[in-house]
Each structure stands twice: as C-alpha cells, then as structure tokens.
C-alpha cells in the first residue's frame, strides 16, 4: 500500500565541519498544509529553503519543525584582549604596592576576569555556507518522519479494505433481496385488493395488477445505485495504490459512497435491506474517521 498517514515524527542530530545542528519535524493531520517552522537566531534565510525540503515529503498536513545550528567553538573562536589585561595587572600591582601584598599574580585567575578573553561570534549567519550542512540532517529527519508515516499508512489502508469489505459484503445481500421486496409487494398488494373487494364480487384484472407492480418497482428500484456504488468502492480501492497523496480524493469518494448508500436506504421497502444500509452506513463513517489520517 501507497497510503501514508499524517501522523509522524523524525529527529536527527548531528556535527558538521564544526557545526551542530539538530533538525526534530513532527506531523499531526489537517485538512491543509501547514508549517510551523522554528530556526536558531540569525538563520530565518534558511527557512525558504527548509521549506522547499519539506513539501517534498509532506503534502498536507500540519507539520512542526524546529532546526537548531550552533557553531563548534575552536581555538581560532577566542582571543585574549592584552589592553584589558594590562589594566587588570597595573591595577594589581599598585593594590599590591599600596597595601604591601605580594605581587605573586597567576594568569589562570586572570584569564577569568570580564573581558580579558573574547569569545568571537559563534553564530555563522551564512545562509549559503550552512546550507549544505544543515539539508542533509533535515532530510534524513524527514526520512525517519516518512518511515513512521508508512508504517502507520500500513495500519489504516488495512482498516480501510476491511471497511470496505464490509460495505460489498452488505451491497451483496441487498442486490439478492430485490427480487424478493418486489415478489412481496406484489402478493401483498394482491391479496389486500382481493380482500377489500371480495364482498362486492369482483375480482382485480392481471393487467392493473402488473401495472401496480411496475409502478412500484419503478419508484424502489436501486439497481442503479447499487452499480455505482460498487463503481466507488472500486475506485477507492484503486484511488489507495496510487503513488501522489490520495487522502482528499477518498475524502471526495466516500463521500460519494454516502449519497448512493442514503438513496438506496430512502428507496428499499424492506427490514432487512434497512439493516444493511445501517452497516453500510457505519463502516463509512469508520472510513471517514480513517481517511482524516490520510496524506
């Protein structure tokens, strides 16, 4: 099966050419496509691109993504502002001097004192230089967000053909009960005239009795509905192998379904093909709530 849910979720970390750079993308159901992206500060011309990525792999649905790029520090990162220093050390030596202290002054202690050593920006704010980094960690997290999908999308085309199942398993029973509604009415009709008029002596001529018959077979015939509600349950079937998302056009189908399934249900005269319309009904309204999850 091609069905792929709209439910997933895909995280991937990774260090590149000096970078970290994370890329976490969930995905819940929603009739459209929509985005809601987060970036690391100084990065936003990215996000075109992100999500030039993304609708490759989701068509619909609202997906959260949040993409995080941190620069590795190095040594080339920091430097040691002497200015500073000298001002920390002068400083020293004439609290040392005034106070009579000894003048013995580490620079591990102060190397920690504010401003003496300068961590340059570890942001890199090019769009151009980090791309290449970050589109391959964001589509293997894409990768893990469409295996889960699939997985899921296994599951409810499962469901879906059983539904399904259930639908032409009930169609089944009401094509074989229409010979015997139409045989019922006729003996019923017959019997309720001959009834009504056997104290006056006369008797129903054949003809007017066929005449009733036609008219009310004309009014309950379902025979059209029924062909094209096996026509959808058809194209349903095909409309899940189909490679592009399919999840509005079973949308649309199922629909479809529904219509047919109420007229035959407004038409029957007959208890039991009343029951299989309710089955019908019920298995199309699981399938609604299925299909919701559907790209």
Not at 7 to 17: A, L, N, P, Y
Not at 183 to 196: G, M, Q
Request: net charge negative; proline share 2%; glycine share 4%.
């Amino acid at each position: 099966m091609t069905l792929l849910s709209m439910t997933g979720f895909g995280e991937v970390r990774e260090d590149r050419d000096g970078y970290a750079i994370s890329a976490e993308v969930r995905t819940v159901n929603s009739r459209y496509f929509k985005l809601h992206l987060r970036t690391t500060d100084g990065y936003g011309a990215l996000e075109t691109r992100l999500e030039a990525v993304i609708r490759e792999y989701v068509k619909r649905g609202t997906i959260h993504c949040n993409v995080r790029i941190r620069h590795l520090g190095a040594a080339d990162d920091y430097r040691l502002n002497s200015q500073i220093l000298d001002q920390y050390v002068d400083q020293l030596q004439a609290l040392a001097a005034k106070r009579g202290l000894s003048e013995n002054i580490h620079l591990e202690h102060l190397a920690r004192l504010p401003g003496v050593v300068e961590e340059l920006s570890t942001d890199a704010h090019d769009a151009a230089h980090v791309w290449p980094l970050v589109e391959p960690t964001l589509r293997s997290a894409l990768d893990q967000l469409s295996t889960m999908r699939a997985v899921e999308g296994e599951a409810l085309a499962t469901d879906l053909n059983d539904q399904c199942s259930t639908v032409s398993a009930a169609l089944d029973i009401i094509e074989s009960r229409v010979p015997a509604v139409v045989e019922r009415y006729r003996s019923r009709i017959e019997e309720r005239v001959n009834e009504a008029l056997s104290s006056l002596n006369v008797t129903v001529e054949p003809a007017d009795l066929v005449r009733e018959v036609s008219l009310f077979t004309d009014r309950s015939d379902i025979s059209e509905e029924i062909v094209r509600l096996r026509s959808h349950l058809q194209q349903f079937s095909k409309s899940m192998e189909l490679p592009e998302s399919a999840g509005r056009k079973l949308e649309f189908i199922c629909q479809e379904m529904g219509r047919e399934t109420n007229t035959i249900g407004s038409k029957a005269n007959d208890s039991q093909i009343s029951e299989q319309v309710v089955e019908i009904k019920t298995a199309l309204e699981r399938i609604r709530e299925q299909i919701q999850n559907v790209q």
